[in-house]
């Protein structure tokens, strides 16, 4: 294998600890993969002090978020960042700093983008988990309701490699800001999986409790809003034909037939109206909302990650969108 440069990034909020075992780790798997390997971790606003021996580990650099917003924000920060202020550099790695994205198979996510002659991110899809129960049960609903509201499958995280020349597709997408994979799923950039297990957390517990893992889900399906309003219609279409078949056969029975027909009948067709309006209502709001996204054209700004990284120039910076009417 050829010698690569790589940047690992990964976002950290108080998992120092985790940290410096993870960086340690791909200092050593260096000589394994015959890779310069740079760790950028982008610390989230931690209320943590940071130790003086992660300060002095060789080829970890450290960037301070100015707040906390999120592992999916500082994800899209830190990539604007690599594409922005670093040059020299074959492959992003875009990982989870707890363990659980395991370093040592950075060489097999390698291996496949090469194979797929880099023309592809490529994600590590989970054969084995090892979280709770209670985690793997929230999971799999998550990703049935995804697929459900969305028609599309989810079934892979943040962990995965991006090959240089696509990195301008990633950092050009706005859904980048929402969720990192359900944003270059939703923006058709070209990608494939490799399945591998998931690694143990080295040190204390996971962030992503409920609330968070619920956050997640509404983030990844917030993503998918055109998809979601064209579902809606189609879901709100079925259950109005459906009530008005059931009006319509209680109307039949009532008129034309000698069937006796209970008197609640006629409240129940006031009932069934009255859920079709409001099926109605729900579909039009929707539907205005998402026509009124579509009316501006909107051009991502490359440079957001200035306003939140402490020490950078943000003077004169743009907008995060340009609106053109």
């Known amino acids: 294998m050829e010698d690569f440069k790589i940047i690992c990034l990964t976002p950290v909020y108080n998992d120092w600890e985790s940290f410096e075992i993870l960086s340690q780790k791909i200092i050593a798997l260096q000589k394994q ?36 917003v999120g592992h999916q924000r500082a994800i899209g920060i830190g990539l604007q960042y690599i ?7 074959n492959y992003v790695v875009v990982m989870d700093s707890d363990g659980e994205d395991n370093p040592n198979q950075i060489k097999e996510l390698l291996e496949k983008a090469i194979k797929e002659n880099n023309q592809k991110i490529i994600f590590a899809q989970r054969k084995k988990r090892t979280e709770s129960l209670i985690f793997k049960t929230g999971y799999y609903f998550y990703k049935a ?3 459900f509201l969305t028609g599309q499958t989810i079934n892979f995280g943040n962990y995965s490699i991006i090959p240089k020349q696509l990195l301008s597709k990633v950092v050009h997408q706005s859904n980048l800001w929402n969720h990192y994979s359900g944003g270059i799923i939703q923006a058709k950039i070209p990608y494939d999986k490799v399945h591998l297990d998931r690694g143990k957390r080295y040190k204390g517990k996971s ?23 064209v ?6 279409l079925y259950g109005i034909a459906l009530c008005l078949l059931s009006v319509f056969y209680i109307l039949y029975q009532k008129l034309f037939t000698d069937n006796a027909i ?11 109206s009255g859920i079709i309006l409001q099926l109605f209502s729900v579909t039009l709001i929707v539907l205005l909302l998402q026509l009124s ?3 501006n054209i909107s051009v991502p700004n490359t440079k957001i990650y200035k306003e939140f990284i402490e020490g950078t120039n943000s003077n004169n910076l743009e907008n995060e969108y340009i609106k053109y009417d």
Do not use: C
């Open 33 to 68: 993969i015959a890779a310069n390997i740079k760790i950028i971790a982008i610390n989230d606003g931690s209320t943590e002090a940071i130790k003086e021996t992660i300060l002095n580990l060789p080829n970890v650099e450290i960037k301070n978020l100015k707040t906390n």
């Open 83 to 89: 594409f922005n202020e670093e040059q020299n550099y």
């Open 145 to 147: 309701i995804f697929k």
């Open 207 to 229: 962030k992503m409790n409920f609330n968070n893992l619920v956050l997640h889900g509404l983030s990844s399906i917030s993503v998918y809003f055109d998809l979601l309003s």
């Open 231 to 236: 579902r809606i219609l189609k879901f709100t």
């Open 262 to 272: 209970p008197g609640w009948a006629s409240s129940l067709i006031l009932i069934i």
């Open 293 to 295: 996204t579509r009316k």
